[in-house]
C-alpha cells in the first residue's frame, strides 16, 4: 500500500478515487435517492439507478427489486445495463452515465463494463455501506465490497456524495428497522 491510499473493508482503494460530484450530477443523485426510498417503501433493499444520455436526457430509471422480484441479481444498475446493452449503440451507451443511490456491488460493475457504459457517478461508497450495515449488525455480504475501479478500472467514477450519502445512510437504516417490525 502506498501513502495516501486508504483501506474500505481490507480492500485498498487508490487516492483520489471517487471524485466529489457537481450540481448537474446531485440532481440525478437526488432522484436516485428517491428511487432508493420507493425500494424501501416496497420491502427491497434501498438502491436506485438513473441512465442518463450524453445530452443530459434520462434514458431509464429503476430501483432494487431483490426481494419484491424474488430475484437476488434485481439490482437497478443490472436492469439499466441490460436495457442500454439492447437499446442503445456502442458509442451512445459509452457516452452515457448511471448514476446511482449505491457505488455498484462487484456483479453490477462488471456488466457495466461489459455493456460498455460510461461513468458511474454514486452518492454513497460501498464502504460506506458495509460499514453501516455491519454498525447494524447485519451479516456481511457474500461478495466483497470492491470499489468499482477494482471491478472494472476503465470505469470513470466519481463519487461518494457528502451531502446524500447521509440520507442513503437513513434509508438503510430505515430498511433495516422495517425488517425487524
Known amino acids: 500500500m502506498t501513502d495516501g491510499d486508504r483501506v ?32 424501501v417503501e416496497a420491502g427491497d433493499e434501498p438502491f436506485g439507478s438513473v441512465l442518463v444520455s450524453a445530452s443530459g ?9 431483490e426481494t419484491s422480484a424474488g430475484d437476488p441479481t434485481a439490482h437497478p444498475e443490472i436492469e439499466l445495463a441490460r436495457w442500454a446493452g439492447t437499446h442503445l449503440s456502442p458509442a451512445e451507451r459509452g457516452a452515457a452515465t448511471v448514476y446511482t443511490s449505491g457505488e455498484h456491488c462487484p456483479m453490477c460493475a462488471a456488466a457495466h463494463a461489459w455493456v ?44 461518494p456524495s457528502t451531502e ?9 437504516r430505515r430498511h433495516r428497522e422495517r425488517l425487524q417490525a
Open 8 to 39: 474500505a473493508s481490507g480492500v485498498v482503494v487508490p487516492p483520489g478515487y471517487g471524485a466529489q460530484v457537481d450540481e448537474t450530477d446531485l440532481q440525478h443523485l437526488r432522484r436516485c435517492v428517491e428511487l432508493a426510498a420507493a425500494a
Open 57 to 65: 436526457d434520462v434514458l431509464r430509471e429503476d430501483r432494487n427489486r
Open 116 to 159: 460498455g457504459l460510461g461513468r458511474i457517478v454514486f452518492a454513497s461508497s460501498s464502504a460506506q455501506t458495509a460499514q453501516w450495515l455491519g454498525e447494524m449488525g447485519v451479516p456481511a455480504a457474500p461478495v466483497l465490497p470492491l470499489p468499482i475501479e477494482q471491478v472494472a478500472p476503465h470505469v470513470g467514477t466519481e463519487g
Open 164 to 172: 446524500l450519502a447521509p440520507l442513503v445512510h437513513e434509508l438503510h
